[in-house]
Structures are given as C-alpha cells and as structure tokens.
C-alpha cells in the first residue's frame, strides 16, 4: 500500500542518517516515527553474553514493526538498530503520529496494514530459529545470498548473525558442508558446489 502523506509534511520532517550510525538502541525511548524513502535499516536483537540475530530489515516504504509497538504501547525499545546505507526518512514525532492516527484514515490503514506484515515476518523468523536446524538455515542463507558465480562474500559472524546461530557453530557446519564436497572456501569467500544437496537439507 503506499502512503499519501499530508502536504508539505516530507520536506519539514525529512532527515539524512549515514551508515553506520546508530538509530535506536535496546532501551531507547521512542521518541519519533520513522518512514523510510532511501537507503536500509537493520534491526536486530543482541543476548546479554553478546550474541545478536537479525529481526528484519527496513527498506524504502517499510516501517519499523518495533518503532509502532513501542510508540502505541508507551514501551521501550527491546533491540537495536544501525544504517545499512545512507538513510533519507520521514521523521514524525511521536505527538503527530498519534495525531495523525486519529485524524487520517489512511495513514491508520497504512501503518496497521504494514505492522500486519512486519509481524507475520517476524513470527516466521522466530519460527525458523526454534523449529529449523541450522543445516537448513544455513544452506537457505547461502544459496540466497550466492551471486551468479555461487560465491557468498560473508563472514562467519555475519552469517551467525543472519541465521540466530553462533560464528562458531557456523564455522563447524561449513567445514562438514566442505567435507561432503557441498561449499569450499575460495580466499576468504565461501563457493557453492553442489546446489542440489543444500537445497536438499533439512
């Protein structure tokens, strides 16, 4: 669905982010509503002993399924969230975004549709980390992430990151793909050899 915005309201709320920078970190208030028009936000949620997993990312049109919550709710931020690429966004303060919610129809469809969305997405990933093995979110992670060449240019950490795993844990699965004559590793880039068999594991 795209979003009408009222008049005049993108070139008085609209602000740049470089990449990098930090948006919002676990424990935040929620002080603005965000809509991305360029560039790519990772939210992603870290334990106390440091590990992290990717919750999502927003890309131009999207909004942050936490950034609703929390702004409806009056909670705080549960994750955290850096810029991918250089962000160019809608900013709403949180007293325009309720007002906004009660005086436009459509902006309400807009955000409850997209939150609709969001959380059907998240609900999928946090079934994939407790019902799926790691083969298979891994090999799933690969095969999406190869280019035409079937190389993937990621590191164990930021695989682990991806998948809800731990860069060690990847680091041993990649060596029984290795094994099994499945991947290779090609300076410091892992190679897809036989697509078939990941796409076979379960």
Avoid: W
Avoid at 88 to 108: C, G, N, Y
């Amino acid at each position: 669905m795209k979003l009408k915005l009222p008049e005049g309201i993108e070139s008085n709320r609209t602000v740049t982010v470089e990449a990098g920078s930090t948006l919002f970190r676990q424990g935040d208030a929620c002080s603005s509503y965000y809509i991305v028009l360029d560039g790519a936000v990772k939210v992603f949620a870290r334990s106390p002993r440091g590990k992290e997993v990717v919750l999502y990312r927003v890309s131009p049109g999207d909004i942050c399924i936490l950034t609703t919550s929390c702004i409806l709710s009056g909670s705080q931020y549960p994750a955290d969230a850096i810029i991918e690429s250089d962000v160019t966004a809608i900013a709403l303060p949180k007293r325009d975004f309720v007002q906004m919610m009660k005086d436009s129809e459509e902006f309400r469809e807009f955000v409850l549709m997209s939150f609709g969305q969001r959380l059907t997405g998240l609900i999928t990933l946090i079934e994939q980390v407790v019902l799926e093995s790691v083969d298979f979110r891994l090999a799933q992670y690969l095969l999406s992430h190869a280019d035409t060449d079937g190389f993937v240019a990621s590191t164990h950490e930021s695989i682990a990151t991806e998948i809800g795993s731990a860069r060690e844990v990847v680091g041993r699965h990649l060596k029984r793909f290795s094994s099994a004559g499945m991947v290779e590793t090609v300076r410091g880039r892992i190679r897809i050899i036989d697509a078939r068999a990941l796409e076979s594991l379960d």
